[in-house]
T-cell receptor, first 110, second 115 residues
């Protein structure tokens, strides 16, 4: 089935720095979703992308749907402590299922 | 809108017993719900797709007799881990969607520990 390769697997940054992570696939996706998961919680949808080339923002978060439809990027500007968590990209597999990337674990040093 | 409630959030059970986890869509009807399993520091792995009024569809390698899924109404799906063993200890998460591809809403997860 389709697989999503997410990188980096982990990031250790200073508070206030910008963050960038990406997700790639060997096959085309028509939708890209970005989720954040806090410890002991379920994932929460951050941004949904539906069109190639689309650039969408949600506060300090910006995500882009790659032109080739095989990749997507998530950027976080001016990181703050509450940004700590695991970020997952996801895309539809078939009619109903979602496939997830391996996740990017973000750690912020105050 | 699109709130999914999962209960319990944590459960500890003895080996050999069964545990039931509930997933409810609070403000919408979900004809389809999904059950995931997540091991520490790993991604979410889909276990099964729960369809209201019909049998669940299990992913390859998931034992249907061990992980019983019931989706008897448009707002409730349950996952029962039968004859639990320590290796079943994991974080179980459900999700549901009202509109396809508009982003699934996830429950808050259930931490199962089998002792």
């Amino acid at each position: 089935g389709q697989q999503l390769n997410q990188s980096p697997q982990s990031m250790f940054i200073q508070e206030g720095e910008d963050v960038s992570m990406n997700c790639t696939s060997s096959s085309i996706f028509n939708t890209w979703l970005w989720y954040k998961q806090d410890p002991g919680e379920g994932p929460v949808l951050l941004i949904a992308l539906y069109k190639a080339g689309e650039l969408t923002s949600n506060g300090r978060l910006t995500a882009q749907f790659g032109i080739t439809r095989k990749d997507s990027f998530l950027n976080i500007s001016a990181s703050i402590p509450s940004d700590v968590g695991i970020y997952f990209c996801a895309g539809p597999q078939g009619a109903q299922k979602l496939v997830f990337g391996q996740g990017t674990r973000l750690t912020i040093n105050p | 809108g699109a709130v999914v409630s999962q209960h319990p959030s944590r459960v500890i059970c003895k080996s050999g017993t069964s545990v039931k986890i509930e997933c409810r869509s609070l403000d919408f009807q979900a004809t389809t719900m999904f059950w995931y399993r997540q091991f520490p520091k790993q991604s979410l792995m889909l276990m099964a797709t729960s369809n209201e009024g019909s049998k669940a569809t299990y992913e390859q390698g998931v034992e249907k007799d061990k992980f019983l899924i019931n989706h008897a109404s448009l707002t409730l799906s349950t996952l029962t881990v039968t004859s639990a063993h320590p290796e079943d200890s994991s974080f179980y998460i459900c999700s549901a969607s009202r509109r396809l591809l508009r982003g699934y809403t996830f429950g808050s997860g259930t931490r199962l520990t089998v002792v």
